[in-house]
């Protein structure tokens, strides 16, 4: 994943970038970026790896390196950016969100056709993705018609922020809206953001989110349109049920509003199924689950508890173990019981997703071993049963790490692959297997998970405007 931040004003800039791409640490924790464009220094650029310090560590002396009045810069999960190129349509500063599925063939066509294009390979003979799509860009006379036919070309998203050798910004949504670009006016600036919520602490107001596939061009005083909206929309619902930040909106629905919705409408289908009624506490797998537990508590009327806590003062969530034993290892630690409400307890917890569910299984053992009576687990969103192939979202990286998957294809083999639709679904025979097996292997006391209309009803979209592929592998 990743997110960007970037701004375009009349006053220096670079106070408001830092803290504007600051707001996106959440969305990656690989590589962090920022350019930035004075008139009399023009285009400067510098890039940290954030694996080990976050952003803000690593660019707190970033206001004696760079100066500028317009200014990029992203978080991000894989490549190094914002990249500065030089090319037929200027110099400028891009990064962009996404992924790039055909990355190989666009690198082979790309080299036959121009005929001496060459890309920088990194680490592992990969091409910086966002190196690629300037590539694509580069090809037409103009930004949009460069922006537009690389969309065209690609298979996987990516939403666009580039910085200009005049300072102006463009701005670009993914074709299907898979995420949010919005654009915020101060009296002195505009500015570009994934994350809704950061413009308010920096005095800017939200004037709109860009449409799928809208391509905008912005100065301090003027947002221009260069290509409009598609009709098609795809948002991912998985902003709202667990990566995007709590205090912000996407088109216009806010994130941990949502989650309660969705905890609520959860409790009710237990009530309605006469599941887990015997509950000493609620709880979340912190931290994303919480807020799904309390809507699901307030509407039980079951208390609330935190049975354990993340030790967060020194494990920063940008420390990233290098290994999957490492990261479990380190999960484990980061538990803290509180015996009180664990001792002799029945406990509900609501975990945002389950996705290959080992960590889950961990600490659901830790919750045994500290004295609980019984451990039931909710998920706030249906069995995932396809990973995400729009996102660079890497929480899994085939089918077989889906424990959903790995269950099916103990249960029945590949014959399970013709009757997904019945394994989503908790009221159906292949349903009832899929949980018990779970609860079997994972000493779960009872399994549910949410609906696939339990999830469209919290979100409150159309569910035609809603990626929900990764439960039922719909486009
Ligand atoms: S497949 Fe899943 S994670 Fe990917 S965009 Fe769709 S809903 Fe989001």
Not at 112 to 117: D, P, R
Not at 199 to 225: A, M, N, W, Y
Not at 278 to 306: C, L, M, Q, W
Not at 345 to 361: E, N, P, W
């Amino acid at each position: 994943m990743g997110g960007f931040f970037g701004i375009t004003s009349t006053r220096d800039a670079m106070v408001d970038v830092f803290f504007g791409v600051d707001y996106h640490s959440h969305l990656g924790a690989h590589r962090a970026g920022l350019a930035a464009y004075s008139p009399t220094v023009g285009l400067q650029r510098k890039i940290h790896n954030i694996q080990n310090a976050p952003f803000r560590t690593k660019f707190e002396h970033i206001f004696n390196e760079m100066e500028g009045t317009s200014a990029i810069g992203c978080i991000s999960d894989t490549d190094p950016q914002p990249l500065l190129i030089r090319s037929r349509l200027g110099v400028y500063a891009i990064c962009t969100i996404g992924i790039i599925n055909n990355a190989d063939e666009l690198i082979r066509e790309h080299i036959e056709e121009s005929g001496w294009g060459y890309f920088d390979s990194m680490t592992g003979g990969r091409v910086n993705t966002t190196e690629l799509f300037a590539a694509l860009i580069n090809r037409y006379d103009t930004f949009e018609e460069g922006i537009q036919n690389a969309q065209k070309a690609i298979d996987g998203t990516a939403n666009v922020l580039i910085l200009k050798e005049d300072g102006s910004l463009i701005a670009a949504r993914d074709r299907f809206g898979r995420l949010p670009v919005v654009i915020g006016r101060r009296e002195d600036a505009h500015a570009v953001s994934f994350e809704s919520f950061a413009f308010g602490k920096l005095g800017f107001e939200q004037i709109r989110e860009l449409g799928p596939g809208e391509i905008v061009h912005i100065t301090q005083d003027r947002i221009s349109q260069l290509a409009p909206a598609g009709d098609k929309k795809r948002i991912c619902s998985f902003l709202w049920s667990y990566y995007g930040y709590p205090s912000s909106t996407y088109e216009g629905v806010n994130v941990e509003m949502m989650r309660y919705r969705n905890g609520a409408i959860m409790a009710r289908n237990d009530e309605k199924n006469g599941a887990a009624q015997d509950i000493d506490y609620v709880g979340g797998v912190p931290d994303s689950g919480t807020p799904h537990a309390i809507g699901y508590a307030n509407e039980s009327h079951k208390p609330f508890a935190r049975a354990f806590i993340k030790y967060t003062p020194t494990w920063a969530r940008s420390f990233l173990p290098s290994t999957q034993a490492e990261r479990i290892e380190i999960a484990k630690m980061k538990q803290l019981p509180v015996r009180e409400l664990i001792e002799d307890k029945d406990l509900l917890f609501v975990d945002d997703s389950i996705v290959r569910g080992t960590q889950l299984q961990e600490t659901v053992e830790f919750l045994y071993e500290t004295g609980a009576r019984s451990v039931h687990i909710r998920s706030a969103c249906p069995p995932i049963m396809y990973p995400c192939k729009f996102l660079n979202f890497s929480r899994s990286n085939g089918e077989m790490d889906l424990l959903v998957r790995r269950m099916i294809q103990e249960l029945e083999g590949k014959a399970g692959l013709d009757h997904l639709d019945e394994y989503i679904d908790g009221t159906t025979e292949r349903g009832k297997q899929l949980r018990a097996a779970i609860c079997e292997k994972m000493h779960f006391a009872s399994l549910e998970f949410q609906t696939l209309d339990g999830i469209i009803e919290a979100i409150g979209l159309p569910e035609c405007e809603l990626c929900t592929y990764c439960w039922n592998g719909k486009e």
